[in-house]
């Protein structure tokens, strides 16, 4: 489990085939142990083995490269890394749990005041899971949803998000990860539940 506040940034070193290597800040790497649970970009996964020095490697199956944007990561791309929560940590964020639903498009990017407003389009299942002023997980980042179409839904990027992840990267018509709150779906799936019941 993960709580959407992104800590450090990384780099794509390397890229072969399902395997990705990347480079990050010691003190990141130090955390992580073979086995261990890492988010990148949102996803959750899988350290491949001890770290060494700067450097951690994962693997992908094939579910990640369809319902995700870790197949289009190319070299010396930046991610957003955080690393799994602990009973310690504080919730700033939302429970993020790295299971991606789906990828969005970044339909626009404008400059507001000290922030910017991304506005994403989403596929038409996952707007029931989407309220105003709720959370959203976007590459891995614990945000607010603004205001919700049919078809999309709008966010504000504060400077300090804008400069600390890899959001300063992107561009209009780029893909993006989206987790929706989890609890939506719990919800959801317990009244269905008890409607079959009856």
């Known amino acids: ?18 395997v990705f290597t990347f480079t990050t ?6 955390k992580l142990e073979g086995g261990t649970s890492v988010s990148v970009n949102g ?13 951690f490697s994962i693997e992908i199956m094939p579910e990640t490269q369809q319902k995700t944007t ?3 990561l190319k070299e010396n791309d930046i991610v ?9 940590t504080f919730l700033s964020g939302h429970i993020v749990q790295g299971h991606v639903d789906a990828t969005a498009q970044i339909k626009d990017i404008q400059k507001t005041g000290n922030s910017y407003l991304f506005t994403i389009t989403i596929l038409t299942t996952l707007n029931k899971y989407i309220v105003e002023k709720g959370s959203i997980t976007l590459n891995g980042i614990s945000l607010t949803v603004i205001t919700i179409g049919k078809d999309f839904f709008t966010v504000g990027i504060i400077p300090h998000t804008w400069k600390n ?6 561009k209009k018509g780029d893909f993006v990860n989206i987790e929706v709150d989890v609890l939506a779906k719990y919800v959801e799936r317990l009244i269905i539940a008890s409607q079959k019941l009856w």
């Not at 899988?46 to 700067?54: A, G, W």
């Not at 992840?165 to 992107?170: D, F, R």
Request: aromatic content about 4%.
């Open 70 to 72: 870790m197949s289009s």
């Open 165 to 170: 992840t890899m959001l300063h990267t992107v």
């Open 43 to 55: 996803v959750c996964l899988t350290i491949l083995e001890k770290p060494r020095q700067n450097v």
């Open 1 to 18: 489990m993960f709580t959407g506040i992104i800590t450090h940034l990384g780099k794509v070193q390397k890229k072969e085939k399902a």
């Open 80 to 88: 957003n890394l955080e690393l799994p929560a602990t009973p310690n």
């Open 25 to 30: 800040d010691d003190s990141f790497v130090q």
